[in-house]
């Protein structure tokens, strides 16, 4: 008996469809990392690890928060982080997919909505599948018709909460959601959901995010992630004290999950205070994307630019994807391509990642090899 061979056929098919995937090393520039202000590698990140070790900050929580996990240096992150972003509270998990999940299987109850962005992140929808409230997805940016798709739920005599989870920042798309529009559809209706994960670091007063203006509200929470521009590893809800401690009591990937690391929650303050100590690092990424996006313009005008760090080069077929992006490997620039499921079917893509780990001359040497390489399409 094969045992493996309905998973031997299932690679053979992602094979044959240019999907199979592999892990790949490191090689050449950074386009393809969410280092964006280039933390991870910082002086004053290893300083800060290394000065909490010297502290005697452990390395691992070793328990739930609930039990012996929780660290004074977790709960000084959150504090702290609560009054960066404007937030009543904080909490921290592993890591941005388990808090979006968390959030999601936790708040939105039994006889309420869940309308989410159709191109909202893999953890929304798997945290949707596994939630309790009822599930809807409304047209990507489309704030017209996340309305009418709740206005058709209430007609149908539903009276529960409705909870509007939107990225601020599309992780694969680059592009921003309209928030304010966002945001009083939700207080006529309920809560509102902002994964800030590609966002925060970046965009805002101090890195504080797109949603800064909406935190400090009860019908709104958000998710800070310390694993792109941060630096570090982990995440972040912040929200009203209510709703955190509502997630402290009933959150099950909280409760039964191991604490994250209090090395990690040193890092995390330092981070949070070099996005007020050095505001250089924003203006130059945004100084990249400018640079990039005039060149592009200049060079492949036929091709949109998304205005952000994270660039979007729609190919369509994954296998001429996969083969654009495997030449600009060997010009030395690391560009991955992106395939679906990631991405929606017929729209494989480059991923240009923009960050502070390349000079601005590699920037610009990146859509010249570009405006060389498309035409071979």
């Not at 070790?53 to 609560?82: I, W, Y």
């Amino acid at each position: 008996m094969d045992r493996l061979a309905n998973y031997r056929q299932n690679l053979d098919g992602l094979a044959a469809e240019s999907r199979l995937r592999r892990l790949a090393p490191r090689q050449g520039l950074d386009f393809s990392s969410n280092d964006y202000i280039g933390l991870a590698q910082s002086p004053r990140l290893v300083a800060a690890a290394a000065d909490a070790l010297a502290r005697g900050v452990p390395v691992g929580a070793a328990g739930s928060r609930l039990l012996r996990g929780n660290t004074d240096e977790q709960e000084a992150f959150e504090e702290e982080a609560a009054r960066f972003f404007g937030a009543g509270a904080a909490l921290g998990f592993g890591g941005g997919y388990v808090a979006n999940f968390a959030v999601i299987t936790t708040l939105p109850q039994r006889g309420d909505l869940l309308v989410m962005d159709a191109l909202s992140h893999a953890s929304t929808h798997e945290g949707a599948r596994a939630g309790r409230a009822e599930v809807r997805t409304f047209r990507h940016g489309d704030v017209g018709h996340a309305e009418d798709v709740i206005t058709g739920w209430r007609e149908a005599g539903n009276t529960g909460a409705v909870w509007i989870a939107v990225e601020s920042l599309y992780s694969m798309d680059g592009d921003v959601a309209p928030l304010d529009e966002l945001a009083a559809l939700a207080d006529r209706h309920g809560f509102l959901l902002v994964d800030e994960a590609h966002a925060t670091g970046v965009f805002g007063p101090q890195g504080r995010g797109l949603a800064h203006h909406l935190e400090g509200r009860d019908n709104v929470l958000t998710l800070h992630t310390l694993g792109k521009a941060l630096g570090g590893s982990g995440a972040l809800i912040c929200g009203a004290k209510c709703l955190i401690d509502f997630m402290i009591n009933r959150c099950r990937p909280f409760i039964f999950a191991t604490a994250p690391s209090p090395l990690m929650a040193a890092v995390g303050r330092e981070a949070l205070a070099i996005l007020q100590d050095e505001p250089w690092r924003r203006d130059e990424l945004q100084g990249h994307v400018a640079a990039f996006g005039a060149e592009m313009a200049a060079r492949l005008p036929q091709v949109p630019l998304s205005g952000s760090q994270i660039v979007p080069l729609i190919v369509g077929p994954n296998a001429q994807t996969m083969a654009l992006a495997a030449q600009v490997q060997a010009r030395g620039f690391d560009v991955r391509g992106i395939r679906p499921p990631t991405v929606p079917e017929g729209t494989s893509r480059l991923r240009v990642s923009l960050t502070l780990n390349v000079t601005r001359a590699e920037v610009i040497r990146l859509a010249e090899v570009l405006e060389e390489l498309w035409p071979d399409l």
